[in-house]
Protein backbone atom coordinates (compact mmCIF):
# COMPACT_ATOMS: atom_id res chain seq x y z
CA UNK A 1 0.00 0.00 0.00
CA UNK A 2 1.40 3.35 -1.16
CA UNK A 3 -0.16 5.35 1.78
CA UNK A 4 -1.82 8.54 0.59
CA UNK A 5 -0.21 10.53 -1.87
CA UNK A 6 0.41 14.25 -2.40
CA UNK A 7 1.45 16.48 -4.69
CA UNK A 8 3.45 18.27 -5.22
CA UNK A 9 5.49 18.12 -2.09
CA UNK A 10 6.93 21.84 -2.68
CA UNK A 11 4.96 24.67 -4.36
CA UNK A 12 6.13 28.18 -4.76
CA UNK A 13 3.84 30.74 -6.79
CA UNK A 14 3.77 34.27 -7.08
CA UNK A 15 0.67 35.93 -5.43
CA UNK A 16 -2.53 35.89 -7.55
CA UNK A 17 -1.85 32.88 -8.81
CA UNK A 18 -3.96 29.77 -9.03
CA UNK A 19 -2.27 26.55 -7.15
CA UNK A 20 -3.91 23.24 -6.97
CA UNK A 21 -2.96 20.41 -4.36
CA UNK A 22 -3.91 17.09 -5.47
CA UNK A 23 -4.49 14.08 -3.25
CA UNK A 24 -4.73 10.50 -3.95
CA UNK A 25 -6.05 8.74 -1.02
CA UNK A 26 -5.80 4.51 0.22
CA UNK A 27 -7.51 2.60 -1.86
CA UNK A 28 -11.15 1.35 0.26
CA UNK A 29 -10.96 4.85 2.22
CA UNK A 30 -14.53 5.91 2.63
CA UNK A 31 -13.42 9.58 4.33
CA UNK A 32 -10.82 12.20 3.07
CA UNK A 33 -9.68 15.60 4.90
CA UNK A 34 -7.73 18.31 3.94
CA UNK A 35 -5.56 19.78 6.74
CA UNK A 36 -3.45 23.15 6.74
CA UNK A 37 -0.43 23.85 9.19
CA UNK A 38 0.53 27.15 10.12
CA UNK A 39 2.84 28.35 13.41
CA UNK A 40 -0.02 30.25 14.49
CA UNK A 41 -2.73 28.25 13.62
CA UNK A 42 -1.54 24.72 14.14
CA UNK A 43 -3.31 22.08 12.13
CA UNK A 44 -6.74 23.02 10.98
CA UNK A 45 -9.14 20.80 9.17
CA UNK A 46 -10.69 22.35 6.41
CA UNK A 47 -12.76 20.32 4.88
CA UNK A 48 -13.60 16.65 4.55
CA UNK A 49 -15.65 14.10 2.60
CA UNK A 50 -17.13 11.12 3.32
CA UNK A 51 -18.36 9.24 0.35
CA UNK A 52 -16.72 11.24 -1.94
CA UNK A 53 -19.81 13.74 -0.73
CA UNK A 54 -18.32 17.21 1.37
CA UNK A 55 -19.48 17.04 4.52
CA UNK A 56 -18.02 19.91 6.75
CA UNK A 57 -16.56 22.84 4.61
CA UNK A 58 -16.66 25.25 8.11
CA UNK A 59 -12.97 25.01 7.86
CA UNK A 60 -12.20 26.66 4.67
CA UNK A 61 -10.55 29.97 5.21
CA UNK A 62 -12.17 32.30 2.33
CA UNK A 63 -13.72 31.73 -1.32
CA UNK A 64 -10.94 31.83 -2.80
CA UNK A 65 -10.36 27.84 -1.27
CA UNK A 66 -12.24 25.30 -2.71
CA UNK A 67 -11.96 21.73 -2.86
CA UNK A 68 -13.22 18.65 -5.12
CA UNK A 69 -13.10 15.10 -4.74
CA UNK A 70 -14.91 13.98 -8.36
CA UNK A 71 -14.17 10.18 -6.97
CA UNK A 72 -12.95 7.87 -4.29
CA UNK A 73 -9.44 7.83 -5.73
CA UNK A 74 -8.89 11.19 -6.51
CA UNK A 75 -8.82 15.23 -4.66
CA UNK A 76 -8.17 18.47 -4.99
CA UNK A 77 -7.78 21.41 -3.20
CA UNK A 78 -7.73 25.02 -4.97
CA UNK A 79 -6.56 28.27 -4.49
CA UNK A 80 -7.71 31.21 -6.96
CA UNK A 81 -6.13 34.01 -6.18
CA UNK A 82 -3.29 33.06 -4.06
CA UNK A 83 -1.93 35.32 -1.65
CA UNK A 84 1.19 34.85 0.49
CA UNK A 85 -0.71 34.04 4.16
CA UNK A 86 -1.68 31.40 2.53
CA UNK A 87 2.09 29.98 2.66
CA UNK A 88 1.26 26.75 5.03
CA UNK A 89 2.01 23.16 4.17
CA UNK A 90 -1.28 21.11 3.23
CA UNK A 91 -1.70 17.85 4.54
CA UNK A 92 -4.29 15.34 3.19
CA UNK A 93 -5.54 12.23 5.21
CA UNK A 94 -8.19 9.45 4.45
CA UNK A 95 -9.54 6.63 6.53
CA UNK A 96 -11.99 4.19 7.04
CA UNK A 97 -15.20 3.70 8.87
CA UNK A 98 -18.62 1.70 9.50
CA UNK A 99 -21.39 2.48 11.87
CA UNK A 100 -19.52 4.24 14.07
CA UNK A 101 -16.13 2.46 13.99
CA UNK A 102 -13.14 4.50 13.01
CA UNK A 103 -10.29 2.72 11.53
CA UNK A 104 -7.85 5.22 11.85
CA UNK A 105 -6.44 7.85 9.86
CA UNK A 106 -3.29 8.29 7.45
CA UNK A 107 -1.86 11.38 6.32
CA UNK A 108 0.56 12.09 3.20
CA UNK A 109 3.63 13.52 3.50
CA UNK A 110 2.23 16.97 2.69
CA UNK A 111 2.27 19.90 0.58
CA UNK A 112 4.49 23.01 1.13
CA UNK A 113 3.46 26.06 -0.43
CA UNK A 114 4.83 29.27 -0.30
CA UNK A 115 3.51 32.33 -2.07
CA UNK A 116 5.64 34.90 -2.15
CA UNK B 1 -18.11 21.22 20.20
CA UNK B 2 -15.05 19.52 20.06
CA UNK B 3 -12.13 20.77 21.17
CA UNK B 4 -8.27 19.57 22.50
CA UNK B 5 -5.89 21.66 24.82
CA UNK B 6 -2.40 20.41 24.94
CA UNK B 7 -1.34 23.00 27.58
CA UNK B 8 2.23 22.58 27.49
CA UNK B 9 3.72 24.49 24.38
CA UNK B 10 7.19 23.37 24.74
CA UNK B 11 8.98 21.07 27.55
CA UNK B 12 12.21 20.52 27.38
CA UNK B 13 14.29 17.73 29.34
CA UNK B 14 17.24 15.98 29.44
CA UNK B 15 18.00 12.19 27.86
CA UNK B 16 16.86 9.61 30.12
CA UNK B 17 14.64 11.92 31.50
CA UNK B 18 10.72 11.18 32.18
CA UNK B 19 8.07 12.92 30.53
CA UNK B 20 4.73 13.78 30.56
CA UNK B 21 2.25 15.08 27.58
CA UNK B 22 -0.94 16.51 28.56
CA UNK B 23 -4.05 16.52 26.78
CA UNK B 24 -7.43 17.42 27.58
CA UNK B 25 -10.35 17.07 25.36
CA UNK B 26 -14.36 18.37 25.27
CA UNK B 27 -17.04 16.37 23.46
CA UNK B 28 -20.26 15.76 23.95
CA UNK B 29 -20.30 12.78 21.77
CA UNK B 30 -20.83 9.44 24.15
CA UNK B 31 -18.79 7.28 21.49
CA UNK B 32 -15.44 8.85 20.24
CA UNK B 33 -11.92 8.11 19.78
CA UNK B 34 -8.26 9.62 20.85
CA UNK B 35 -5.47 9.81 18.99
CA UNK B 36 -1.14 10.92 19.60
CA UNK B 37 0.44 11.96 16.65
CA UNK B 38 4.29 12.72 16.43
CA UNK B 39 5.29 14.89 14.14
CA UNK B 40 9.21 15.23 13.88
CA UNK B 41 11.36 17.88 12.20
CA UNK B 42 10.93 16.01 8.91
CA UNK B 43 7.62 17.27 8.82
CA UNK B 44 5.39 13.99 8.51
CA UNK B 45 2.52 13.09 10.69
CA UNK B 46 3.18 9.81 12.86
CA UNK B 47 0.77 7.51 13.79
CA UNK B 48 1.69 6.66 17.58
CA UNK B 49 -1.82 5.51 19.21
CA UNK B 50 -5.88 4.90 19.02
CA UNK B 51 -8.19 4.58 21.75
CA UNK B 52 -12.10 4.55 21.79
CA UNK B 53 -13.95 6.33 24.61
CA UNK B 54 -15.29 2.82 25.76
CA UNK B 55 -11.64 1.51 26.36
CA UNK B 56 -9.99 3.35 29.70
CA UNK B 57 -7.42 0.47 29.69
CA UNK B 58 -4.16 2.47 29.92
CA UNK B 59 -1.78 1.36 27.28
CA UNK B 60 2.41 0.50 27.03
CA UNK B 61 4.10 0.54 23.74
CA UNK B 62 7.95 -0.29 24.97
CA UNK B 63 8.78 3.03 26.28
CA UNK B 64 5.59 4.85 25.56
CA UNK B 65 2.66 5.24 27.45
CA UNK B 66 -0.77 5.96 27.67
CA UNK B 67 -3.09 7.06 30.22
CA UNK B 68 -6.76 7.66 29.66
CA UNK B 69 -9.37 8.64 32.36
CA UNK B 70 -12.14 9.49 31.01
CA UNK B 71 -13.86 11.34 34.63
CA UNK B 72 -10.92 14.53 33.67
CA UNK B 73 -11.57 13.97 30.42
CA UNK B 74 -8.04 13.61 29.96
CA UNK B 75 -5.36 11.15 27.12
CA UNK B 76 -1.83 11.88 28.75
CA UNK B 77 1.31 10.68 27.59
CA UNK B 78 4.23 9.40 28.86
CA UNK B 79 8.05 9.07 26.91
CA UNK B 80 9.87 6.96 29.64
CA UNK B 81 13.92 7.53 29.42
CA UNK B 82 13.29 9.63 26.68
CA UNK B 83 15.76 9.61 23.96
CA UNK B 84 17.16 13.21 21.50
CA UNK B 85 15.37 11.02 18.90
CA UNK B 86 11.83 11.46 20.41
CA UNK B 87 12.19 15.39 19.56
CA UNK B 88 9.44 16.19 18.00
CA UNK B 89 6.22 17.88 17.71
CA UNK B 90 3.14 15.69 19.25
CA UNK B 91 -0.24 16.35 18.99
CA UNK B 92 -3.67 14.88 20.53
CA UNK B 93 -6.53 14.37 18.54
CA UNK B 94 -10.20 13.48 18.93
CA UNK B 95 -12.80 12.22 16.31
CA UNK B 96 -16.16 11.75 16.71
CA UNK B 97 -17.71 8.09 15.43
CA UNK B 98 -20.95 10.58 14.99
CA UNK B 99 -19.24 12.44 11.74
CA UNK B 100 -15.68 11.15 11.50
CA UNK B 101 -14.33 14.61 11.81
CA UNK B 102 -10.87 14.76 13.43
CA UNK B 103 -9.24 17.77 15.43
CA UNK B 104 -6.33 18.38 17.09
CA UNK B 105 -4.88 20.34 19.58
CA UNK B 106 -2.16 22.92 19.75
CA UNK B 107 1.02 20.43 19.72
CA UNK B 108 3.85 20.13 22.32
CA UNK B 109 7.40 20.78 21.34
CA UNK B 110 9.10 18.22 23.14
CA UNK B 111 13.06 18.93 23.16
CA UNK B 112 15.41 16.14 24.10
CA UNK B 113 18.89 16.99 25.04
CA UNK B 114 21.61 14.95 25.64
Known amino acids: DAGVIQSPRHEVTEMGQEVTLRCKPI?????LFWYRQTMMRGLELLIY????????DSGMPEDRFSAKMPNASFSTLKIQPSEPRDSAVYFC??????????????FGSGTRLTVV | AQKVTQAQTEISVVEKEDVTLDCVYE???????LFWYKQPPSGELVFLIRRNSFDEQNEISGRYSWNFQKSTSSFNFTITASQVVDSAVYFC???????????FGQGTTLQVKP
Open chain 1, 93 to 106: ASSSGQGGTNYGYT
Open chain 2, 93 to 103: ALSSSNTGKLI
Open chain 1, 49 to 56: FNNNVPID
Open chain 1, 27 to 31: SGHNS
Open chain 2, 27 to 33: TRDTTYY
